[in-house]
């Protein structure tokens, strides 16, 4: 209910990998099972409440195989108490009926990305057919998905979307703005305000992210409108210009001390879980 988790209490969501870096160019990814595990524990004893996870195979390349999916959930939740999230977004070159696959591995929640967008040089393809099936099958499987708002109309989608078919598993909508992808919104506080003033009413939480250099210009606006926040390797991979980040919870760390500043406290798991509406 909305009394159980106090607005002072700030969510942070690391996301360690992502699927467009590779290990040769920046050999601190964690892309092993055991690096991922132990990236998650250092960033839970930070402050993160939930895990966004992308996963690579043996050759640390990005994979979506339905085996090692599953068996990074059953690792992340034997090793941490955190919200896992698997990306249903994968990498640009996976095929969509593989996203789809995703959720046979059981997680908590799930990305749902509201578009499609220019990615870089590269198309993350997500047709409206598609975005509706993987919705309705996460109310099957009663997997919380967290929309990926990359765009304005990403979130005139999002009001689509639970206009025809209703509101996810738990209840809740919880939302996070990745902004600054080239070829989607900028990373700024303009876009931001005119991102949060646009979200349809069920909304009941949402977070931001800003790629590379705008990680902290879209944080603090974040902070300053009352949203959340999430952090990661995914997202950028220099603390400041030069210096390289060595380890997610570095980033996790400015990301709770931010918030301190804000006079929010990071959320606990468990609160995380009632904010989200995540199986119990
Ligand atoms: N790797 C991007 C193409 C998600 O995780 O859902 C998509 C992405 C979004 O990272
Ligand atoms: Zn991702």
């Known amino acids: 209910n909305d009394t159980a988790v106090p607005p002072e209490a700030l969510l942070v969501t690391v996301a360690p990998t992502g699927a467009e870096t590779t290990k040769a160019d920046c050999p601190q990814l964690p892309t092993t099972l055991d690096e991922l595990v132990t990236a998650a524990q250092e960033c ?4 993160a409440a939930m895990v966004h996870v992308h996963i690579r195979d043996d050759e640390h390349r990005p994979s979506l195989d339905g085996r090692r999916l599953a068996e990074t959930v059953a690792a992340l939740r034997e090793g941490t108490d955190l919200v896992v999230q698997l990306s249903t977004g994968g990498s640009v070159h996976d095929p969509l009926e593989q996203r789809l696959k995703v959720l046979d591995a059981a997680p908590d929640s799930c990305s749902l990305t509201m578009g499609t967008t220019n990615f870089g040089d590269d198309v ?4 409206w057919p598609f975005v509706a099936e993987l919705y309705q099958l996460s109310q099957e499987r009663e997997v919380v998905p967290e929309f990926e708002l990359f765009d304005l109309g990403h979130v005139a989608a999002l009001r689509r979307l639970l206009d025809r078919h209703g509101l996810p598993y738990g209840g809740r909508v919880h939302c996070d703005f990745v902004m600054g992808v080239p070829g989607g919104m900028p990373g700024t506080t303009d ?3 005119a991102g949060v003033a646009a979200l349809p009413p069920e909304v009941t939480s949402w977070s931001a992210t800003g790629i590379g250099r705008t990680t902290l210009p879209v944080g603090l606006a ?3 409108k009352g949203g959340h926040l999430r952090v990661g390797m995914e997202d950028v991979l220099t603390l400041s210009r030069g210096v390289p980040v060595e380890r997610n919870a570095q980033l996790v760390e400015r990301a709770v001390a931010m918030g301190e500043l ?7 798991t468990a609160e995380a879980r009632t904010l989200l509406g995540v199986r119990p």
């Open 44 to 47: 839970e004893a930070a402050g």
């Open 222 to 224: 974040a902070l300053s």
């Open 124 to 127: 993350f393809s997500n047709p």
């Open 191 to 193: 876009a931001l305000v």
């Open 262 to 268: 804000a006079q929010r406290r990071p959320m606990t």
